[in-house]
């Protein structure tokens, strides 16, 4: 079956640099999605990645590892408002996107 | 409206009502999905639309009903649900289904069944 880990909460300060870790296993695969969800709030896209490697846009980046089934995001210049759910999804063979629960950053002054 | 909407917001229902969730899109879009999210649980896909036609049903009680009537709108009917059924329900649209397309979300109906 599909299993997506990720951590449940981190906490970094703003202006600071954080990593969102997560890890895959999916049967086959189509690429790897991070969203933003606010609290109350629609999940946002914010990155998709196929190949392996850095995709950079703006104060945020996406890693992706096929061979090791692990992707991250980079968020650099922490804002307060960076304070949110950040879900990992991976697109599977079947081009079903299975979500991990969310890893929730709290963004401290 | 852009977008995806959704209608209700909120909604409070008893178990033995009958209520419905509306979902449009306003992008053109020919994939539409529900979604359910539950509390310290992943996002979990419900049902997919691909040009009006349900292409997945991932084992969903039959006390949920999908419609699609049209590429741009989609309904969840719901009757005698149990209090675990309370949860944020997220509609969501993409171009179509299959290859990489980024899903737009809509803001949920917030739903608590007594």
């Known amino acids: 079956g599909q299993n997506i880990d990720q951590p449940t909460e981190m906490t970094a300060t703003e202006g600071a640099i954080v990593q969102i870790n997560c890890t895959y296993q999916t049967s086959g695969f189509n690429g790897l999605f991070w969203y933003q969800q606010h609290a109350g709030e629609a999940p946002t896209f914010l990155s998709y990645n196929v190949l392996d490697g850095l995709e950079e846009k703006g104060r945020f980046s996406s890693f992706l590892s096929r061979s090791k089934g692990y992707s991250y995001l980079l968020l650099k210049e922490l804002q307060m408002k960076d304070s949110a759910s950040y879900l990992c999804a991976a697109l599977d063979g079947s081009y079903q996107l299975t979500f991990g629960k969310g890893t929730k950053l709290s963004v401290i002054p | 409206e852009t977008g995806v909407t959704q209608t209700p917001r909120h909604l409070v229902m008893g178990m033995t009502n009958k209520k419905s969730l509306k979902c449009e899109q306003h992008?053109?879009?020919?994939?539409m999905y529900w979604y359910k999210q539950s509390a310290k649980k992943p996002l979990e896909l419900m049902f997919v639309?691909?040009?009006?036609?349900?292409?997945e049903n991932n084992s969903v009680p039959s006390r949920f009903s999908p419609e699609c009537p049209n590429s741009s709108h989609l309904f969840l009917h719901l009757h005698t649900l149990q209090p675990e059924d309370s949860a944020l329900y997220l509609c969501?649209?993409?171009?179509?289904?299959?290859?990489?397309?980024?899903?737009?979300f809509g803001p949920g109906t917030r739903l608590t069944v007594l």
């Open positions: 639309y691909n040009f009006k036609e349900q292409t």
């Open positions: 992008l053109g879009h020919n994939a």
């Open positions: 969501a649209s993409s171009q179509d289904r299959g290859g990489y397309n980024e899903q737009f």
